[in-house]
């Protein structure tokens, strides 16, 4: 298992100033500019902060890397497909700094649209009324429509149905969160995408994670409160592994069919992983 620690490939485009794209792109014993990464994922509609680390740029690749540009990061490994794994806007760069005899310039990237934000800076909407037995899923369609927010609506545990009526607030987010609630689905960013979605019932079929695959160490259990029980597991890095990805876990402490909440893909130079937190 360990020769697959160095059997990866990286792919990180930048969307330049100009719109032109520029690839940087490291291999397996190829003397390309090193990209380190950390890309976390969540439950939750709050952006995903990346963070990145890049080696040895020459000055004129670092002026393409600027504040709002668009990245793309696709991972995978040597005979494998490449998955896109993140994909963002520029927040902050940092000026390049010296790392012993090498030149080291970070930057931090926000998943997706933050159409929140935008929202919050326009003029203030007008609350949304819905008539009586409305149902949650035509209200959040028609909220999202109204605040010009691109909304996937893929399976509510509930569909919730409104007998009295409904009458939204005026911040579009809050609405889309409180009907989520009530339709007992987690809302959240996937990939970029902002989503609402029963992650518990996913018919995919399922990422087998075991020690022939790629699991590192034995998964530890986590318990916050009687309703919060969930493992950690840390494995070979899995490009195709997000919140709500299926897994079908096998070790010595724990087996069974599982659904990742959150966790992070993670290269820092040496190992190329992933840590997830399922349940």
């Not at 485009?13 to 994922?41: C, H, L, M």
């Amino acid at each position: 298992m360990e020769q697959f620690y160095h059997n990866y490939r990286i792919f990180l485009r930048v969307k330049n100033p100009a719109g032109n794209w520029i690839e940087f792109q490291q291999e397996q014993s190829v003397d390309y500019t090193e990209t380190r990464f950390r890309v976390p994922f969540s439950d939750t509609p709050e952006r995903n902060i990346a963070e990145f680390q890049l080696f040895n740029l020459s000055e004129s690749s670092i002026q393409h890397i600027q504040k709002g540009c668009e990245a793309v990061l696709r991972v995978g490994y040597k005979e494998a497909t490449c998955v896109e794994i993140f994909r963002g806007e520029i927040l902050n760069v940092d000026p390049k700094a010296e790392n012993g005899s090498d030149v080291v310039l970070r930057f931090t990237a926000a998943e997706g649209i933050d159409y929140f934000e935008k929202k919050e800076k326009s003029e203030k909407r007008e609350g949304m009324t819905f008539g009586v037995n409305s149902s949650a899923s035509t209200a959040l369609r028609e909220i999202a429509a109204n605040a010009g927010i691109d909304l996937q609506i893929k399976t509510l545990k509930t569909d919730y149905v409104f007998r009295s009526g409904y009458t939204t607030s005026s911040d579009p987010r809050r609405s889309i969160e409180d009907i989520a609630k009530l339709c007992e689905t987690p809302f959240y960013y996937d990939r970029g995408k902002l989503v609402v979605h029963d992650i518990k019932s996913s018919q995919n079929a399922s990422i087998v994670i075991n020690r022939d695959t790629g699991l590192i160490s034995q998964p530890s259990y986590k318990e916050t409160n009687e309703e919060q029980r969930s493992w950690s597991v840390e494995t070979l890095l899995l490009n195709n592994c997000f919140t709500g990805s299926k897994i079908e876990l096998r070790s010595n402490n724990v087996s069974g069919t599982f659904f990742v909440k959150s966790g992070e893909h993670n290269y820092d130079g040496s190992r190329f992983i992933s840590r997830l937190e399922v349940y």
